[in-house]
């Protein structure tokens, strides 16, 4: 069973950090993009951040830029988001994603194709 599982999420003041994990399991995606979503209360779910297979690459919607920083540690399958100087606009479930086909289609961002998910983890930021 393939699995993307999300933790680290919790509440935060404003100002403060966390730092998310997705790992995964049942198959490797060392040759996946992976990105990150959120979706707050009432809101459609946004891209974050997503990292291409070898971690060069690196994209990050404007609001987070500077801010948040998206790595991977492919011998442990699991990719992190860095998220620093939290606002309370940044609270949301925040999802990680994988696009298992990317690597073979030649897709690259914004086109990739999210096939697998994991089940979100929860940030709160206090103001």
């Known amino acids: 069973q393939v699995q993307l599982v999300e933790s680290g999420g919790g509440l935060v003041q404003a100002g403060g950090s966390l730092r998310l994990s997705c790992a995964a399991s049942?198959?490797?995606?060392?040759?996946?993009?992976m990105g990150w979503f959120r979706q707050a209360p009432g809101k459609e779910r946004e891209f974050v951040a997503v990292?291409?297979?070898?971690?060069?690459?690196?994209y990050y919607t404007d609001s987070v830029k500077g801010r948040f920083t998206v790595s991977r540690d492919n011998a442990k399958n699991t990719v992190y988001l860095q998220m620093n100087s939290l606002k309370p606009e940044d609270a949301a479930v925040y999802y990680c994603?994988?696009?298992?086909?990317?690597?073979?289609?030649?897709?690259?961002?914004?086109?990739?194709?999210?096939?697998?998910w994991g089940q979100g983890t929860q940030v709160t930021v206090s103001s």
């Open positions: 990292i291409s297979w070898g971690g060069s690459r690196t």
């Open positions: 049942g198959r490797t995606f060392r040759d996946s993009p």
């Open positions: 994603a994988a696009d298992s086909t990317a690597v073979y289609s030649g897709r690259s961002h914004p086109n990739y194709r999210y096939d697998y």
